[in-house]
């Protein structure tokens, strides 16, 4: 199922891009309305958003893939990521475990010990974090920019009514 997803959100990527793209030409050529700050803000925390997904749901999409993998067909034990494992952990390789939240593939040896296999997963981890990270940032700097605006206009309001100047 998940590897379904991952073909998706790789075909969504370059359609992001593409959108990324358009979005800093618009915002580069004159003749914005005068709130598109807010606006930036609010689609780049959109974009970031989705951007997160789509990391996630590929990585997603990598574990099911060496999970499934490592369980079939010939050629399929060790597991693909726990092959490059020391030749001395390798000897003592007894399974595999498959990680979802965060996303990871470990090695099972012998000894009950666990050891992190080699792959994408750290970097994929810690994009889809950046993003998301991204995401809530974008979301704050667009409430505070409108208590900004809020209390500058409050301001302003008080200044040009003579009657409470008093």
């Not at 010939?74 to 939240?101: I, T």
Request: proline share 7%.
């Amino acid at each position: 199922m998940f590897v379904l997803l991952m073909f998706g959100a790789v075909l969504a990527v370059p359609l992001w891009a593409v959108a990324v793209v358009v979005k800093l030409i618009s915002v580069v050529v004159p003749g914005r309305r005068p709130d598109w700050l807010r606006g930036l803000l609010r689609w780049s925390a959109g974009m970031a958003a989705a951007a997160a997904v789509i990391v996630y749901t590929i990585g997603l999409g990598l574990v099911q893939w060496d999970a499934s993998d490592a369980e079939s067909g010939a050629g399929s034990s060790p597991a693909v990521p726990c092959r490059s494992l020391p030749p001395d952990a390798l000897d003592q390789l007894a399974g595999h475990e498959p990680s979802f939240f965060p996303l990871g593939f470990d090695c099972l040896l012998d000894g009950g010990r666990v050891v992190e296999a080699g792959g994408p997963y750290s970097l994929l981890n810690v994009l889809a974090a950046a993003f998301a990270l991204a995401a809530v940032l974008s979301v704050l700097a667009g409430g505070i920019l409108d208590e900004y605006r809020a209390r500058a206009g409050t301001k302003a309001g008080r200044m040009d009514d003579p009657d409470e100047t008093a």
